[in-house]
């Protein structure tokens, strides 16, 4: 964005139109930024798909007048883009700068440690925040179970996505093309006894933690431990990480784990909307 961009944004922070403006309904009556606003929120919601003046102006209530003059200053101001072809308006790089500018912001384990501390104060297992790093993912976070006996994990060590509940967890909300492509190039090595070797079995699995939507595991990845997990996604719909609860595999009997794993969904998707997070996507089925 120009400084002389930057100089115009006054254009839509000043008052409402004149009395006369034709738009001058409920919704016409706020603010000029407000406005703006709530045409790019309007866009945000729909992406990636374009709408047209007509269909903005009848979402938000506004006359296509008041509609088009805001459309053309945002698009001035590199907000929104316009197709010539299609007519349509879709969010354009200065959204895309905000966007990222805030995520850059977030401190997901400050977002995440309330939830895990209070899945810890419901279960009385360790709760621990995962964090993906391409193929494997890493330990960012836990709070401990107050039980003398418990499990606990090393913070910064990395592990391959095909061994426990929480590697599991952040496979299965892959895409297909993803996993496949993770299968390709990575051998399913055993960590213990219990580990997932064959890529028809893990394939099967996934498709059970994408229709439940948690990930278990019995040993999978640290003998004598049982867990589960469910997967942090970001609000471009990017898989974060996971959240997981854990503890002696004698504590995490199906009825348990059932519930641990409700748990751990409920927890992982107040997390997934703290990030911007809108839960209308569908993952591929395997």
């Not at 944004?9 to 139109?17: E, F």
């Not at 007048?65 to 010539?84: C, N, P, S, Y």
């Not at 977002?111 to 960012?140: D, F, K, M, N, W």
Request: aromatic share 4%; net charge negative.
């Amino acid at each position: 964005m120009t400084g002389k961009d930057r100089g115009d944004m006054h254009v839509l922070s000043t008052g409402g139109d004149p009395p006369q403006d034709p738009g001058a309904t409920d919704a016409g009556s706020r603010s000029g930024l407000a406005r703006a606003l709530a045409v790019i929120g309007t866009l945000s919601e729909r992406a990636p798909e374009a709408m047209g003046v007509s269909a903005i102006s009848r979402e938000l209530g506004l006359s296509k007048t008041v509609a088009h003059r805001i459309l053309k200053e945002l698009v001035a101001l590199d907000f929104l883009a316009f197709d010539e072809v299609t007519k349509g308006y879709r969010l354009g790089t200065g959204a895309l700068q905000v966007g990222m500018a805030a995520l850059r912001g977030l401190d997901v384990p400050r977002i995440a440690r309330p939830h895990l501390q209070r899945l810890v104060q419901e279960t009385g297992e360790t709760a621990t925040l995962s964090a993906r790093q391409g193929a494997a993912r890493v330990y960012i976070d836990q709070v401990l179970s107050p039980h003398e006996i418990r499990m606990s994990v090393a913070l910064g060590t990395a592990h391959a996505l095909h061994a426990g509940s929480s590697s599991k967890a952040i496979l299965a909300a892959l895409s297909d093309t993803e996993v496949e492509e993770y299968l390709e190039a990575h051998a399913l090595a055993a960590v213990t006894g219990n580990t997932i070797t064959s890529a028809d079995a893990l394939r099967a699995d996934l498709r059970a933690i994408r229709e439940c939507g948690y990930a278990a595991s019995r040993g999978e990845r640290q003998h004598g431990a049982g867990s589960v997990a469910a997967a942090v996604l970001l609000a471009d719909g990017g898989v974060f990480g996971a959240v997981s609860l854990c503890g002696p595999v004698d504590r995490f009997g199906p009825d348990v784990a059932a519930d641990y794993g409700t748990r751990v969904v409920a927890a992982a998707h107040k997390i997934s909307l703290e990030l911007g997070w809108q839960p209308d996507g569908v993952v591929d089925a395997l």
